[in-house]
């Protein structure tokens, strides 16, 4: 093989290299995530964060991370916004959603994982900025206020990735899916 031939065949691996580490990168976008002193606007935060929050066009379809129950719809303006609460009772847990622009479900309602609970929006202390923020509690929560974590744990330490409706999910541990549909994620936080 000549030099022209074999850089031409190193320049073709490369770009396929390239290509194949493109489709790989994640779609979905971490503005802050759990115990950060940066919030969604990306400016300070005074105290840890109690959940993830993913960033999302308003109107994005907010899904149920688990199985579970309508434990409480939240309309807190100075805080969660408009919000729902899964209770997850075989494991001990909940799951809060923040900052939708309206809920979809009922108290009391079962849920699937992957089921539509709401829409997302800015509602809340969301600084304007459209997103979702997820919270997973040890004690039934109503979603914490920045620096009051205890009760609640980093989410992304549950996440096994995107939903897939053909997936069977463990049944003998919790495991959470992302609350938005994607195509792929990584657990690398933006901040």
């Not at 805080?79 to 939708?100: D, E």
């Not at 900025?129 to 919270?135: R, T």
């Not at 509690?137 to 609640?152: E, F, I, P, V």
């Amino acid at each position: 093989m000549t030099g022209f031939r074999r850089g031409l065949a190193v320049a073709v691996l490369l770009a396929a290299s390239a290509v194949a580490a493109a489709e790989e990168t994640a779609d979905v976008m971490i503005l802050s995530p759990y115990h950060s002193l940066v919030g969604a606007n990306g400016r300070s935060r005074l105290l840890p964060h109690a959940g993830v929050d993913f960033g999302v066009p308003v109107g994005t379809r907010v899904l149920a991370a688990a199985d579970g129950v309508v434990s409480l719809l939240i309309a807190y303006e100075p805080g969660c916004g408009i919000g729902v609460v899964l209770s997850h009772p075989a494991f001990k847990r909940w799951t809060a959603y923040c900052h939708l622009t309206r809920a979809e479900v009922t108290t009391g309602q079962a849920v699937a994982r992957g089921e539509r609970i709401g829409l997302s929006g800015a509602s809340g202390n969301s600084a304007g900025v459209p997103h979702v923020h997820l919270e997973l509690c040890t004690t039934a929560c109503a979603s914490h206020r920045d620096g009051h974590l205890r009760g609640t744990e980093d989410p992304l330490g549950a996440v096994v990735g995107c939903h897939d409706p053909r997936r069977v999910y463990p049944a003998d541990r919790f495991v959470l899916t992302l609350p938005i549909e994607c195509r792929r994620w990584t657990r690398d936080a933006r901040r």
